[in-house]
C-alpha cells in the first residue's frame, strides 16, 4: 500500500515538475525580463571595456601585458553639435582610427556637445552613419556591436532626450545595441530619466567628473566613490543593463587665484603638455602634501614659486598661481570603484573605464594595469624591465634604453644600474632622467618619486658589438 | 597711399618668404653611411618604361590605332548594337541587358557579336561594382569565357584588363597582378604602360603590405617573372615605420623559402642571376648580410649581372655592415663607374665611398668621393616615385635609392672645413689635381670646380693662422675680390702689430686697429662663406640639447650616428679648435683682454675694455659654445668697467 501510494506521489511530483519547467522555459523564450532574455538588451556576461576618446589625438598601441583583446572598446569617432540651433548637426563625421587595440566587440562612440538634446531629424543621418561605418569594419574583422551617444543632457531636458531616443532605437536595425552614457545628476527623484533608460540598450553611469572642477576646501578629485548601498537599487530598478563608467586617469592642476576676488573665485586650471616626471624633476616645486581622496586617488600638492612664469601661462592676467596638484589613479581608487561596480548586482553587466591612454601617458593607467587592479593584484608589477630598440647603426651598435619600473608612481625616488654585457663605447643621456655613464659596462639613473611615466627614455648606448643589458636596484 | 600700398606689400612679400624660409628645411646628407637603412636595397616599382615601346602614350579608348572600348562608340544608327551601346552609356544596366538580350537574338556579325558580349559581362561588372559579390562573380566568369574565345586581339586585351579588376573588386589581388604584369609584356595588349603601371601600384602601393601580399607568396610562383615581381615588392625597403621593420624579418625568412622552394623555375642564365639577386635581396631585408654574399658568389664575376648597379650596392652592402669595409670599396667603385648607373646610383655609391674611406683612413679619396657626391646630387634631384628604368629587365623594373635624404653633400664642407689638415688637402690637389679641375660645383651664383674650393679652403685657413698675405693671394687668384681686398687690408694691420721697434703705446694701438678690425668684419676674415649655407651647426656633435629637437631630448642628428669612441672624441676635439679658429670675435676678444691688461685703466684700456665685452655679447652661445666661461667672461669685464667708471654696453 505504501509503495503504491509513493509511486502515486512520486508521479505527481514529476508531473509539477514537469509543468513548472515547462512553463520556465515558456517564460524564458516569450516574457521579458524573467531570466533577462528579451532579445538584442540582455548581455547576461559581465564584460569590462575602457573608452578610446580621440580628442586626445594620439596612438593607441596594445600596451605590455594586454596580449589578450579586451572585451569591449567604445571608440569615440565623432563629436558634433548643433550649430544650427534646429536640433539638426549639419554634418556627421565617422573617424574610425587605423590601427585600434583587439577588443571582442566595440561601440562607435557619438559626443554630442549640443546645448538640448538633438532633434528626431538626425536620426536617419546617424543610423546612416553608424551602418556605412560597421559594414566597413566588418570587412577588417571588427566587431562593431552598437552605438553609443555621450551627451550631458541638461537634466530639465530628459523627457525631450528620451523621445530623441526612442526615435533612435526605432530606426536603429534591432540587432545594434543602442548605448549611452549618464550622468548621476539625472538619477535623483523626479526626474525624467526612466524614459531615457527604457529607451536604450545599455545605460553607462559615469563615476567621474561630477564636480565643477573649480576649488573647494575638501580634497580635489576626478573619480566620485561608488557606493553600491547609495546606487545599486537605484540603477536595478529601470531594469535595464548597464555598466558603472570608472575613471582610471588622472591630471595635474594648476590652483589660479585671483586676490581681488573672493576665495572662492579660486579655480583649477588644468594642463596636458606636462608630465609627472618632468612635474617632479623641477627642483622649483616643493611637495606640500601626499594624500589620499574619498574615492581612494592619490593626491599630491606642490607648492610653486610665484614667480615662475611657466606655470602663470594657465591661468589669466589677473591670477596667480602658488599651488599645483596632481591626482592619480591608484589600486585603491580603481579596484574599490570595481568591486562596488560588482556588488551593484542585478542588472549590472560591467564597467567601462575611461580611458585607454595615449602612447606612453604618464597620467592615464594601461590596460594591462587595469586588468592588474580588476584581478585584485597590485598595481605593481613583478619587476622593473630595462627594454632596448635598436638605433640603427652600421658601424657600432647603438641601443636606445627605456626603462619600465616596476611600481609607476613610487613614493621615493628610485636609484638603480643598468648594466651592459660588454664595455661601452659612450653613452648619451636622453629624456628627463639623470642617467649618466658610471663605469666601463654600468649606467646610473636616478628618478623622482611619482615618476608616472609608463616607459622612459634613458639614452642612448653606443658599444662596438651587440650587448645585452640588465637591471641592477639599490632601491626598487 | 600708393607708397605706402607698395612698403605694405614689400614687407607682407618678405614676411611671408623669411617664413617660409624657416619652416621648408633644406634636403642634405651627412654620414649617411653610418645608417643601417642607407644601405638597404634599392626600392623597386614597375615603371613606365620597357615593354612594347609602340604603346607610347595612348590613354584608354583615344589611340587612332585602338578601336574604342566596347560599349563606348557613338553612332547616329538605330541598330540593335547602338541600342546596346546607348544603354550601356547611359549606365542603365537592365536596359542594357534587354538590349544585349534583343541584339544576340538578331543578325549580327562577328564582331558585333564579340562587343556585344564583351558589353555583356562589362554591364554585370559596373552593375555589380557597389558590393554585388554576386555579379561581380557572374562578370567574372563571363570575362573568362570571352577571354577564352575572342578573335579580335584588342577586344581580349580589353577584356582582361577588366578581368583583372573584377578580381580586384573580389579581393583576389593575385590574379589581378598577374594579368597587369603579362599584358605589360604582351604585343597585343591595347593599355598603355602608364595605366598598367598604376593599376599595379593600385594594388601594391609600396611594399604590398596593405594587403599582406608576404602571406601570399606562392600565388605567385607560376612563372619567373611573376615570382620576381612580387620578391621585389615584398622586400622593398622600410625606413622609419617600426611595425613594417619589425615584420622585415619574418616577411624575409618566407620569401627565402618560398623562392629555395622552386628551384626549378630559375635553371639558368639570366633566370638563376635573377633568382640570385632576389635572394641576397631578401637576406638583406632580413638583416643577415653573410647569407647574402653567399648567394652574390651565385652570380657570375663577367656576367651581365655582376655589372648592375643594384648587384653592386647589395655586394657593398653586404661587406659594409660586416665592417669589411676594405672589401666593400670594389663593388662601390665599379657602381660608380658602371654606365647602367644614374646619377641617383653614382651618388649612392659616391656616398658609399665617404664612409669607406673614412673606416680606412684615407682621408684624400674620401675627399674625392665626396666631391663626386655633391657632384651627383647636384645633376639630378632625387623624386621618391617612379624611378628609371634600367635596360635588360624583363619588366624594366626602376631602381631607385631610397634614401629621403639624398640632397646636399655635408660631408663635403665638413671634410674642407673641420676633418682634413692643411697637409691633406695639399696633397689633395697634388693627387687629384686633373680630376678635380674636372668637377664643377654651382656654388652660391658661381661655379667653381673642386680644386678651386680646395684652394679657397685652405686660403680661409691661411686667414685663420694669420697668414693673410698668403690668402690674399690665392683669393686673389680664384678672384674672390671681396675677400683678397679683406685680406690685404687686415694683412697690413697684422703686420703693423708685429713691426719691430714699435714702442709699447703703439703697439698696444696698433692691436687695437687689428683687433677692431676682426670685430667688425665677423664671418669675413675666418669664416668660409663657401661651404656651409648656414647649416655648419648641423653637423657638429652635443645637439641633443638643442631645444629644437625637445620633446622626448633624444640623442639626434651627428649624435645618433654611431660613432666610435674614437671618432667621436676626435670629433670633437676638431669641433672646438674649428669654433675657435673661426670666430673673429673671439680672437678681437682676446686680444682687446690683452690690451686691457697692459693698458691699465687708460682710455684705451677702457676701449678695449668695452669692445672685448661687446665681442662677448654678439659670440652665438649656439654655435660656439663656451657658454659659462664667456658668461664669467663678462662678468669681469663688467666689473672691472663699473669699477672704472664706466658702463659695459654692446654698442660702440
Known amino acids: 500500500m505504501t509503495g503504491f501510494r509513493s509511486k502515486k506521489i512520486s508521479k505527481f511530483l514529476a508531473y509539477i515538475c514537469g509543468v513548472v519547467a515547462l512553463c520556465l522555459t515558456f517564460a524564458s523564450v516569450f516574457m521579458p525580463g524573467v531570466s533577462g532574455s528579451d532579445g538584442p538588451s540582455d548581455r547576461p556576461e559581465w564584460k569590462t571595456g575602457l573608452w578610446i576618446w580621440q580628442s586626445y589625438s594620439g596612438q593607441y598601441q596594445n600596451h605590455e601585458g594586454s596580449a589578450s583583446a579586451v572585451d569591449l572598446l567604445y571608440v569615440q569617432v565623432d563629436e558634433f553639435s548643433d550649430s544650427s540651433g534646429n536640433g539638426c548637426p549639419n554634418n556627421i563625421i ?109 545605460f553607462v553611469p559615469q563615476f567621474y567628473d561630477v564636480g565643477s572642477g573649480d576649488w573647494q576646501e575638501d580634497l580635489p578629485g576626478i573619480a566620485k566613490t561608488v557606493d553600491p548601498a547609495r546606487w545599486a537599487g537605484v540603477f536595478n530598478a529601470f531594469e535595464r543593463p548597464y555598466r558603472i563608467g570608472i575613471s582610471s586617469f588622472g591630471r595635474i592642476a594648476v590652483d589660479c587665484r585671483d586676490d581681488n576676488a573672493p576665495l572662492s573665485a579660486r579655480r583649477r586650471s588644468f594642463f596636458r603638455d606636462m608630465n609627472p616626471l618632468e612635474l617632479m624633476n623641477n627642483m622649483e616645486l616643493v611637495l606640500a602634501a601626499e594624500q589620499t581622496n574619498a574615492a581612494g586617488e592619490t593626491v599630491l600638492q606642490f607648492r610653486v614659486n610665484p614667480r615662475l612664469k611657466e606655470y602663470r601661462r594657465y591661468c589669466r592676467c589677473s591670477e596667480k598661481t602658488e599651488s599645483l596638484e596632481m591626482i592619480l589613479p591608484s589600486k585603491q581608487s580603481v579596484y574599490q570603484a570595481y568591486v562596488a561596480a560588482q556588488a551593484m548586482g542585478g542588472w549590472c553587466r560591467g564597467a567601462v573605464f575611461f580611458r585607454w591612454p595615449l602612447n606612453n601617458e604618464a597620467l592615464a593607467l594601461t590596460p594591462a594595469e587595469i586588468q592588474r587592479l580588476t584581478a585584485g593584484k597590485e598595481l605593481i608589477a613583478d619587476e622593473s624591465m630595462v627594454e632596448v630598440e635598436d638605433g640603427y647603426c652600421a658601424a657600432t651598435t647603438c641601443s636606445d634604453l627605456f626603462l619600465r619600473l616596476k611600481d609607476r608612481f613610487p613614493r621615493k625616488p628610485v636609484t638603480l644600474s643598468i648594466v651592459s654585457s660588454i664595455a661601452l663605447e659612450y653613452f648619451l643621456p636622453g629624456g628627463q632622467t639623470q642617467a649618466q655613464l658610471n663605469g666601463p659596462r654600468s649606467i646610473e639613473v636616478s628618478l623622482p618619486a611619482y615618476a608616472g611615466l609608463p616607459r622612459i627614455y634613458l639614452g642612448r648606448a653606443v658599444t662596438r658589438e651587440p650587448a645585452t643589458f640588465l637591471i641592477q636596484g639599490k632601491d626598487l | 597711399m600708393k607708397r605706402g600700398l607698395i612698403i605694405s606689400t614689400i614687407v607682407l612679400a618678405l614676411i611671408a618668404g623669411v617664413s617660409a624660409a624657416l619652416s621648408c628645411g633644406i634636403d642634405y646628407t651627412f654620414r649617411a653611411y653610418l645608417d643601417k637603412r642607407f644601405w638597404q636595397p634599392f626600392a623597386m616599382y614597375v615603371t613606365t618604361k620597357g615593354g612594347n615601346e609602340d604603346r607610347g602614350q595612348h590613354s584608354q579608348g583615344k589611340d587612332e590605332r585602338q578601336p574604342p572600348y566596347a560599349g563606348m562608340e557613338s553612332k547616329e544608327d538605330r541598330t540593335a548594337l547602338q541600342k546596346v551601346r546607348l544603354a550601356y552609356q547611359s549606365q542603365d544596366y537592365d536596359q542594357a541587358r534587354i538590349a544585349i538580350k534583343a541584339a544576340l537574338a538578331g543578325t549580327l556579325t562577328a564582331e558585333e557579336t564579340e562587343e556585344v558580349l564583351l558589353v555583356d559581362a562589362k554591364s554585370d561588372m559596373r552593375d555589380g561594382e557597389a558590393d554585388n559579390g554576386l555579379l561581380l562573380r557572374q562578370a ?34 593575385a590574379p589581378a597582378a598577374k594579368i597587369y604584369l603579362d599584358e605589360m609584356s604582351s604585343a597585343e595588349s591595347r593599355f598603355s604602360q602608364e595605366s598598367l603601371v598604376n593599376s599595379l601600384r593600385m594594388l601594391f602601393p609600396y611594399n604590398g603590405s596593405s594587403v599582406r601580399l608576404a602571406d601570399h607568396l606562392e600565388e605567385y610562383f607560376d612563372t619567373p617573372g611573376h615570382a620576381l615581381f612580387v620578391v621585389n615588392i615584398v622586400t622593398n625597403p622600410i625606413y622609419y615605420e617600426k611595425t613594417e621593420r619589425a615584420a622585415m624579418s619574418g616577411i624575409a625568412q618566407r620569401t627565402i623559402a618560398a623562392l629555395k622552394k622552386h628551384p626549378d623555375m630559375f635553371t639558368a642564365g639570366p633566370e638563376a642571376e635573377a633568382l640570385a639577386l632576389a635572394l641576397m635581396r631578401a637576406a638583406l631585408y632580413m638583416g643577415d648580410p653573410q647569407s647574402a654574399l653567399a648567394y652574390a658568389k651565385l652570380v657570375p664575376k663577367k656576367s651581365a649581372t655582376s655589372a648592375r648597379p643594384d648587384f653592386n650596392w647589395m655586394s657593398a652592402s653586404c661587406y659594409f655592415l660586416q665592417r669589411r669595409y676594405q672589401e666593400a670599396e670594389a663593388p662601390l667603385l665599379t657602381m660608380l663607374h658602371s654606365g647602367q648607373a644614374n646619377n641617383r646610383d653614382r651618388n649612392a655609391a659616391a656616398q658609399g665611398l665617404v664612409g669607406v674611406y673614412q673606416k680606412l683612413g684615407r682621408r684624400l679619396d674620401q675627399l674625392h668621393a665626396a666631391f663626386l657626391c655633391e657632384l651627383e646630387a647636384q645633376k639630378g634631384s632625387f623624386e621618391m616615385l617612379p624611378g628609371e628604368a634600367h635596360s635588360g629587365d624583363q619588366f624594366d623594373y626602376g631602381f631607385q635609392y631610397y634614401w629621403p635624404v639624398g640632397g646636399w653633400c655635408l660631408d663635403l664642407p665638413y671634410l674642407l672645413d673641420i676633418q682634413l689638415t692643411d697637409e691633406e688637402l695639399l696633397g689633395y690637389l697634388k693627387r687629384y689635381a686633373k680630376p678635380a679641375q674636372a668637377i664643377l660645383l654651382q656654388n652660391g651664383k658661381r661655379r667653381r670646380t673642386a680644386y678651386e674650393m680646395v684652394e679657397y679652403a685652405l686660403a680661409v685657413r691661411y686667414a685663420r693662422e ?30 703693423t702689430t708685429v713691426e719691430p721697434g714699435l714702442s709699447p703705446q703703439d703697439s698696444l694701438h696698433a692691436q687695437y686697429a687689428y683687433a677692431d678690425f676682426l670685430e667688425s668684419h665677423a664671418t669675413r676674415i675666418f669664416f668660409n662663406d663657401m661651404l656651409w649655407n648656414g647649416y655648419q651647426t648641423s653637423t657638429f656633435l652635443g645637439q641633443s640639447a638643442n631645444p629644437f629637437y625637445g620633446g622626448l631630448k633624444v640623442p639626434v642628428g651627428s649624435d645618433a650616428q654611431g660613432l666610435t669612441r674614437v671618432e667621436r672624441e676626435s670629433f670633437l676635439d676638431q669641433e672646438r679648435k674649428i669654433k675657435d679658429a673661426q670666430e673673429e670675435r673671439w680672437l678681437a676678444y682676446q686680444i682687446f683682454v690683452g690690451i686691457v691688461d697692459q693698458a691699465g685703466a687708460t682710455e684705451l684700456g677702457r676701449n678695449a675694455a668695452k669692445k672685448a665685452f661687446r665681442c662677448l655679447v654678439l659670440i652665438s652661445p649656439e654655435r660656439f659654445g663656451r657658454v659659462d666661461e664667456i658668461a664669467k667672461a663678462k662678468t669681469r669685464l663688467a666689473n672691472w668697467l663699473h669699477a672704472h667708471g664706466q658702463a659695459a654696453s654692446s654698442s660702440n
Open chain 1, 94 to 202: 565617422v573617424s574610425w582610427p587605423d590601427k585600434l587595440p583587439a577588443a571582442s566587440a566595440y561601440f562607435a562612440v557619438w559626443r554630442f556637445s549640443g546645448m538640448q538634446p538633438p532633434g528626431p531629424e538626425i536620426t536617419p543621418v546617424l543610423t546612416k552613419a553608424y551602418l556605412d561605418l560597421k559594414a566597413r569594419v566588418t570587412k577588417s574583422g571588427q566587431n562593431l556591436v552598437g552605438l553609443q551617444l555621450d551627451f550631458d543632457c541638461p537634466t530639465s531636458q530628459l523627457e525631450e532626450y528620451g523621445r530623441f531616443l526612442s526615435t533612435l532605437r526605432k530606426v536603429l536595425p534591432e540587432q545594434e545595441l543602442l548605448s549611452i552614457t549618464a550622468l548621476l545628476d539625472w538619477f535623483r527623484p523626479e526626474t525624467r530619466i526612466a524614459d531615457v533608460v527604457h529607451a536604450v540598450d545599455e
Open chain 2, 140 to 173: 567574372k566568369e563571363k570575362f573568362l569565357d570571352f577571354v577564352r574565345h575572342a578573335t579580335i586581339a584588342s577586344r581580349r586585351s580589353e577584356a582582361r584588363g577588366w578581368l583583372a579588376r573584377v578580381h580586384y573588386l573580389l579581393g583576389e589581388y
Open chain 2, 466 to 495: 694669420e697668414r693673410y698675405q698668403e690668402a690674399a693671394d690665392i683669393f686673389t687668384r680664384l678672384q674672390s675680390w671681396p675677400r683678397a681686398k679683406r685680406m690685404q687690408e687686415i694683412a697690413l694691420l697684422h703686420a
